[in-house]
């Protein structure tokens, strides 16, 4: 009986264990980067009046393209507002038909830190039925107000 494929076979198997394991880690790094808030600020929040121009219900994130007008007047700015998962939004009461392209919205979110357009969405209220739908991102509970 050869001994040395005995003895070298638990340092082959330990070392196809630690090969899949660091498989299985390294493909789990991105996803949980993906899913990171940081970008937001969450100890600040605005609120905006504008027209869906875009209602966007894809994975990983549903996103609200709203157009709002400045103040000083000018030409509409697009703001991107990211909120859940379609998934996550479903189970909350909504539905893809929940907001539509023309719809005018009051958005209330956390802007994004660097301080350039987009956001966490908190709520959104549809202004011309008064209904209120919240993300989960806030303070609010998810689901339907």
Same mark, same amino acid.
């Given at each position: 009986?050869?001994?040395?494929?005995?003895?070298?076979?638990?340092?082959?198997?330990?070392?196809?264990?630690?090969?899949?394991?660091?498989?299985?880690?390294g493909?789990?790094?991105?996803?949980?980067?993906?899913?990171?808030?940081?970008m937001?600020?969450?100890?600040?929040?605005?609120?905006?009046?504008g027209?869906?121009?875009?209602f966007?219900?894809?994975?990983?994130h #549903?996103? +609200?393209?709203?157009?709002? &007008?400045?103040?000083?007047? %000018?030409?509409?700015? @697009?703001? $991107?507002?990211?909120?859940?998962?379609p998934?996550?939004?479903?189970?909350?009461?909504?539905?893809?038909?929940?907001?539509?392209?023309?719809d005018?919205?009051?958005?209330?979110?956390?802007?994004?830190?660097?301080?350039?357009?987009?956001?966490?969405?908190?709520? #959104?209220? +549809?202004?011309?039925?008064? &209904?209120?739908?919240?993300? %989960?991102?806030?303070? @609010?509970? $998810?689901g339907?107000?």
């Amino acid at each position: 009986m050869n001994r040395s494929v005995f003895h070298h076979a638990p340092v082959a198997a330990v070392m196809a264990i630690l090969g899949f394991m660091s498989a299985v880690l390294g493909a789990a790094s991105p996803a949980s980067a993906h899913h990171s808030r940081a970008m937001y600020e969450p100890t600040k929040t605005l609120t905006f009046t504008g027209t869906v121009k875009t209602f966007q219900w894809t994975n990983p994130h #549903v996103i +609200l393209w709203v157009l709002v &007008q400045p103040e000083d007047g %000018g030409a509409a700015q @697009e703001w $991107p507002i990211e909120t859940n998962s379609p998934g996550v939004l479903t189970r909350a009461g909504w539905t893809r038909q929940s907001v539509k392209a023309g719809d005018h919205v009051s958005v209330t979110f956390n802007p994004l830190r660097d301080g350039s357009r987009g956001g966490a969405l908190i709520s #959104v209220t +549809l202004l011309d039925t008064g &209904q209120k739908l919240v993300a %989960g991102f806030g303070k @609010e509970e $998810p689901g339907l107000k």
